[in-house]
């Protein structure tokens, strides 16, 4: 088993095309997964007991539906999204619809990690900004997100990992990208150099994010 290049070269094109399709389903998701997972989890810490914002049946309807969410396999949650993909995008196939569902598994993922960076903030640090009289807004804009936001990096840096994952099984259902490509030319037709170039590419794309999420949180780290 080893590397035709020549093979590598004549599908260059079809390599190049997967990996873009594969940057937007990861590009879209993780732009969702901020936009509402952020707030989310935000909201699943200031709900809970002892918190200023203390509302525990809003807390407890909202962790609900994020374990159900998470407890989905994301192969079914792919298959179960069909008609929600279709009514949104127009279409069940390709990088935008398969971020449907990408988005979907990874708003409750990104949402229980900031959770749990919140989590980690010194409580005396909230009780006195509580003193000091400030608002439940100010508290969270000027206290919680900079006290959090070396863990909240690292968090953004699993999402987007996990995020590749993903990607590469909704490959399997047309959703195109890396993972498309090792099905149709590594799997269908047990092209095992397509199949060894597509591993090293989503092994280097991983390594490369992980590397700068690590560098990133570190400069931001306080501690």
């Known amino acids: 088993m080893g590397i ?15 990996f873009y399709q594969t940057l937007i389903m990861i590009g879209i ?9 952020l707030p989310l989890g935000i909201l699943l810490f200031v ?20 374990n159900i969410v998470r407890s989905i396999p994301f192969i079914i949650l792919l298959v179960a999204l069909i ?26 993922f990104f949402a229980r990690i900031v959770e749990t960076a919140l989590r980690d903030i010194d409580k005396g640090v909230i009780e006195a900004a509580i003193a000091v009289g400030a608002t ?9 997100l900079p006290e959090a936001k070396a863990s909240l990096i690292q968090g ?15 490959g399997v259902v047309g959703g195109g990208g890396i993972g498309d490509l090792a099905i149709r030319f590594g799997y269908y037709r047990y092209d095992n150099t397509i199949m060894i170039v597509t591993v090293v590419i989503l092994i280097v794309l991983v390594q490369l994010i992980q590397q700068a999420g690590d560098f990133t949180a570190k400069k931001l780290d306080k501690r």
């Open 136 to 144: 439940p807004w100010m508290i969270i804009k000027d206290v919680l």
């Open 4 to 18: 035709e290049w020549e093979r590598i070269i004549e599908l260059w094109p079809e390599i190049q095309v997967a």
């Open 47 to 66: 709900t809970d007991r002892g918190l200023f914002w203390e509302n525990r049946p809003v807390n407890s309807v909202i962790g609900f539906v994020v």
């Open 156 to 170: 953004i840096t699993l999402t987007v990992i996990s995020l590749i994952a993903y990607s590469a099984m909704a």
């Open 83 to 108: 008609p929600l993909t279709q009514l949104i995008t127009g279409t069940t196939i390709g990088p935008v619809a398969a971020s449907v569902s990408l988005s979907v598994a990874a708003i409750p």
């Open 29 to 37: 998701s993780l732009a969702v997964a901020l936009i509402v997972g």
